[in-house]
């Protein structure tokens, strides 16, 4: 897989920290920097390590897996998708970070993705270190930059729909494309 292909899927696993950043950033009126930092750092360690740890499972799963891994990892990127742009539709209601635990609580809600990608990952040839951190660096800057956009929209809500949106789609086209690939290949 291309650094290309990572990036793409990294900015859309990092669609869901964005829009729950744009949450934080719309419900809070102070300590802004803190707050920005806190969740940025927070989004992409839990991000990367969810990542890797669903690696390490498909790797382990790898002989199994193999003869069917494009159509899993067609299936699993589209789901995860789906499940973007259903999200969509139903924006969450303004989030506050009151403690550590809830904001270890949104960043472990919002990786789980990353943890169905880690597996993806271990099927297809993608250096797991650059993944991991392309995953952590693009989630981190995504959830500064939501901290900051939530801030100054303060009421506008439509933005957190379009951006679960674009990501779903994005884990969409790149699902389909694994699966197209590899069916023109193995003809």
């Known amino acids: 897989m291309s650094v290309y ?41 839990f991000q990367s390590i969810m990542a890797l740890l669903g690696w390490l499972l498909g790797c382990s799963l790898k002989r199994i897996i193999d003869p069917i891994d494009h159509w899993i990892a067609f299936i699993l990127l589209s789901a995860i998708g789906i499940n973007f742009i259903k999200e ?37 040839k993608v250096n797991i270190i650059i993944a991991v951190c392309l995953i952590g660096q693009i989630t981190y ?12 929209l303060r009421k506008n809500t439509n933005l957190q729909s379009c951006v679960n949106i674009l990501g779903g789609t994005i884990l969409i086209i790149i699902g389909v494309k694994i699966l197209i690939t590899h069916l023109i290949n193995g003809i």
């Not at 793409?8 to 803190?34: E, K, P, Q, R, T």
């Not at 904001?103 to 809600?109: E, H, Q």
């Open 5 to 45: 292909s990572i990036i793409l899927i990294a900015v859309s696993m990092a669609m869901d920290a964005f829009a729950v950043s744009i949450s934080l950033g719309l419900a809070i009126n102070h300590n802004y920097n803190l707050t920005a930092l806190k969740t940025g750092l927070s989004f992409g360690l």
């Open 88 to 124: 969509s539709k139903h924006p969450s209601n303004t989030l506050s970070i009151n403690s550590l635990r809830v904001l270890f609580t949104l960043s472990l809600a919002t990786s789980i993705d990353a943890f169905a990608t880690g597996v993806t990952f271990s099927l297809l």
């Open 141 to 152: 800057c995504a959830s500064v930059i939501g901290v900051y956009i939530g801030k100054s």
